[in-house]
């Protein structure tokens, strides 16, 4: 399988009402695909976005971000989702928290899509 790519993304968030996410993920040498998707607060929103554009549905069972300041203020992240009742694990860094748990949740859902490779069988 090509790597996944998180290429762009935009957030618009708010008190008043759900956050909005739009993606733009690349597969190797296909197309670029974007996505849009509204969640609870601008990560659930990237997240529904990327399942939109990549075609799964994960359930983030664990998030940790964490900030270092040695060489500029660097976020990273954690997380583990649940596809179909199996765990994915995921790591992202960015300058930004909410970029970090994009590239995180999306290194999950690389996991995830490899282990549902056809496998072929010896008849």
Do not use: W
């Amino acid at each position: 399988m090509d790597k996944l790519v998180l290429e762009a993304f935009r957030v618009v968030a708010s008190t008043e009402r759900q956050s909005r996410a739009t993606v733009r993920i690349s597969q190797g040498d296909c197309d670029d695909v974007e996505a849009e998707a509204e969640g609870n607060g601008p990560m659930d929103a990237l997240f529904r976005a990327t399942d939109v554009a990549v075609g799964v549905r994960g359930e983030v069972t664990g998030l940790r971000i964490y900030a270092f300041d040695d060489y500029g203020m660097v976020g990273k992240a954690r997380i583990s989702v649940n596809f179909e009742g199996r765990n994915y694990a995921g790591r992202g860094s960015s300058p930004d928290a909410v970029e970090a748990a994009a590239h995180a949740y999306l290194r999950a859902v690389a996991e995830y899509l490899s282990d549902e490779l056809p496998r072929t069988t010896l008849e």
